[in-house]
């Protein structure tokens, strides 16, 4: 008989690296005693798993308010305040039923004039080679497909979007990187048996098997050759175990989210139930209404609390190495069950350390685990804006309405004027003898109260780091010089520099785990499909092995201030200056015309060239072709001469005399293909005079040539 009791104790000590050794061995070789010790083990994984969340939570709420605030303020819902003594967000009052309470929203074009301007930026990832040898450019090549392609794949463009969004208005984003069992093609289908207990909860799924002309107590789960997956995630989902400390210093972090039923099962082929959580996610504003008031946000995409339904909250805990678990650790699990109990899936550091999967996006940095929202800054300001502007409407109720002014029980049914007020035309009713009502006299506006409003919004410019030019498209009113506008848009971009800083170190990290998963994971030969140089589509096989370097950047584009116009303006005058013009012959070549198309952005203009980049083209597969010993064939409708000047200017390269070490016959092939080539120039040329000849007929005579016109 087994003592469950005593199993429970030598688990808990087991799990936190005490215990009597020989007494766990004694105990698991008997099997009932091996499940006791799991289940026991389980039990005080999870106990652990649940204490550290709330212990996390708890040290965090204050943070989070802030974060609450600000995505309230820039939803338009300001009359909003933190209450550290309930330690929620609670309504500010109201002081007066007469009070004006409008909300002037300043915050939400200043921070989305912040996103235009960074939503500019392209931030294309980048593979550097190691050394300069061949292998180490022949790996960054293909490193710089696989970072296009999982990009594309995972539609990076648009989550690069809501990052801004969630970074704008709680000062960080979190991206978290991972090889996923679930993801890529699927390669395979496995039949599982349900438990009784699984069945118990499925019977509905039973009886539509048995309509499916299934087996009723099986379910399947199908099998995926496994791909990166790279997902964004909310600051409201991520516990550091130390919030003071930058996320690479930090040893544990928990990831707490909710999935839906079908996804845990998927994942791990555990059966839970689902239930309804609150969370902040990404949503459209047209399902809420954040606060009535001028300004305030009524459309479009926005960032709030939303009910999700049927999901389960899982927590992941991720531990780097330390003496007692070398690989570190990940621990999966809800409130119910285990999933996941061992070391870190993957090494994802670049000499094989382990680090953890995340990389947070800072919007304002700092030395901290989660970074500032500049909506902090504004707060305060945006505050003192709503009174004033507040205040101003108040004083334009009391002008246009009036204030009466009489004596004491000098009117008739006082009680009425009070609620219902005076109607214009309306009959004034008081005691006769009694000194006539009249409205009282208001002083003016003081001028100071519209001098502060716009002394406000000029600090809060400042403070986003954003101008009128780029929030209202509108040059200020003493500005007139061309240079001094596209100084502000320039400066606008300056100030913007520093997040948009952050932003490309934050993606490089995550393009290097990219890579580096791609190398531990990928054991057999895979395609990589990418779009190369003039539109042609690529592929590309590689396994793991063939990732060398793992140098990643963002490539930088200082351009992303200027408007097309302004882009456009500047290759009219650089075409006007001639640098797109052939050295020789002073006029502009089919290569300048295609490059002056492609960045004045005309769209498909450029296609009066079609015909020499399909030539071009073709003879860059003829030359990858060759450059790995494959011989080419010439074709009659080959142009010889642009041809001959592709496998010429080829073989200058440094790729091509490195592959020329290793194999000396490639360039025998070349010199064979380029002298087909010329002699299929010369032929075509002979012919060509051959036929001009013949269509002007000649006359002999003293032993000259006499052309004459030909006979009609």
């Given amino acids: 008989m087994i003592d469950f009791g005593k199993a429970g104790q030598l688990a808990k000590s087991l799990f936190s690296g005490d215990g009597d050794k020989s007494a766990s061995m004694i105990l698991l070789s008997d099997e009932e005693g091996r499940l006791a010790v799991q289940e026991a ?28 605030l600000s995505v309230n303020f820039y939803n338009g819902n300001q009359f909003t305040t933190i209450d550290a003594a309930l330690n929620d967000i609670s309504e500010i009052p109201v002081l007066a039923d007469w009070e004006e309470r409008n909300v002037f ?8 004039a912040r996103f235009a301007i960074l939503s500019k930026r392209k931030n294309n990832m980048k593979n550097r080679p190691a ?24 539609n990076m463009s648009d989550l690069q979007q809501e990052a801004n969004l969630i970074s704008g208005l709680t000062g960080s984003a979190v991206w978290k990187t991972g090889w996923s069992s679930t993801k890529g093609k699927v390669i395979g289908i496995k039949k599982m048996k349900l438990t009784e207990e699984e069945s118990f909860k499925l019977s509905i799924y039973q009886y539509e098997n048995e309509l499916l002309g299934l087996e009723p107590d099986v379910v399947y789960q199908k099998i995926y050759e496994g791909d990166v997956i790279t997902t964004l995630r909310s600051p409201f989902e991520i516990y550091p175990e130390n919030l003071s400390l930058p996320c690479r210093q930090n040893r544990r972090v928990m990831h707490s989210v909710l999935l839906s039923p079908d996804e845990v099962f998927d994942t791990w082929g555990i059966v839970e139930e689902g239930k309804d959580y609150e969370t902040y996610k990404i949503m459209n504003s047209d399902d809420r209404n954040y606060g009535s008031g001028v300004s305030g946000r009524m459309y479009g995409k926005t960032y709030g609390i939303t009910k999700i339904h049927n999901v389960v909250r899982v927590y992941e805990e991720y531990e780097l190495p330390t003496p007692r678990y070398p690989h570190g650790r990940l621990i999966i699990g809800s409130d119910n069950y285990l999933y996941h109990y061992g070391p870190l899936p993957d090494a994802m550091g670049e000499n094989g350390e382990y680090v953890l999967p995340f990389d947070v996006q800072q919007s304002l940095k700092t030395d901290g685990f989660f970074g500032k929202s500049v909506i902090e800054r504004m707060i305060p300001l945006q505050i003192n804006y709503n009174a004033i502007k507040n205040r101003i409407q108040d004083y334009i109720n009391r002008v246009t ?45 003081p001028p100071e109260l519209s001098a502060e409003a716009d002394r406000l919004l000029n600090a809060m410019d400042r403070l986003s780091g954003v101008s009128q030019l780029s929030k209202q ?35 490089a990290s995550v393009g290097k785990k ?6 531990n994971n990928v054991a057999y030969p895979r395609m990589v499909k990418d779009i190369g140089k003039n539109d042609e589509f690529e592929i590309s096989q590689f396994i793991g092995n063939d990732l060398t370097s793992f140098d990643v950047f963002v490539e930088s584009e200082p351009e992303a201030s200027d408007t097309l116009s302004q882009r456009r303006q500047k290759v009219i005058e650089l075409l006007n200056s001639g640098l797109f013009n052939d050295t020789t012959t002073g006029n502009i070549t089919n290569e300048g015309r295609i490059k002056v198309f492609e960045m004045l952005e005309l769209g498909d203009w450029e296609s009066f060239t079609e015909a020499d980049d399909d030539q071009q083209r073709k003879a860059g597969r ?6 790995v010993g494959e011989p080419a064939r010439i074709r009659d409708f080959d142009d010889d001469v642009i041809h001959i000047s592709m496998h010429n200017n080829f ?21 064979q293909h380029v002298s087909e080539h010329l002699m299929s120039l010369q032929t075509k040329s002979a012919a060509e005079q051959k036929m001009q000849m013949q269509n002007i007929p000649a006359e002999q005579g003293n032993n000259e040539m006499v052309f004459t016109e030909p006979t009609q």
């Avoid at 929203?105 to 989305?112: R, S």
């Avoid at 003829?622 to 450059?627: H, L, P």
Wanted: with cysteine; hydrophobic share 40%.
């Fill in 131 to 154: 050394s300069s040898s061949g292998e180490d450019r022949t790996s960054a090549k293909i490193g710089n497909k696989i970072l296009a392609s999982t990009k594309r794949n995972l």
């Fill in 105 to 112: 929203n300043e915050i939400a074009p200043n921070v989305e």
């Fill in 514 to 519: 990219w890579l580096i998963l791609y190398r």
């Fill in 473 to 507: 498209s509108m040059v200020p009113t003493n500005v007139t010089s061309g240079v001094a506008i596209a100084g502000l848009a320039e400066q606008d971009d300056t100030r913007i520099g520093l997040e948009a800083e952050n932003i490309k170190h934050c993606l």
């Fill in 651 to 671: 073989r200058l390269k440094a790729e091509y005399e490195e592959a020329l070490m290793k194999n000396p016959e490639i360039d025998h092939i070349f010199e």
């Fill in 401 to 445: 309405i009036g204030v009466l002014e009489a004596e004491d029980g000098t009117l008739i049914d006082e009680d009425y004027y009070r609620e219902e007020g005076i109607a214009p035309g309306e009959i004034l009713l008081y005691q006769r003898g009694a000194k006539a009502p009249r409205f009282m006299e208001m002083p003016p506006l």
């Fill in 622 to 627: 003829e030359n990858n072709g060759m450059i």
């Fill in 41 to 68: 083990f389980a039990a005080e994984v999870l106990l652990d798993l649940k204490k550290k969340f709330q212990k996390r939570q708890t040290e965090r709420s204050l943070l989070e308010l802030v974060w609450r």
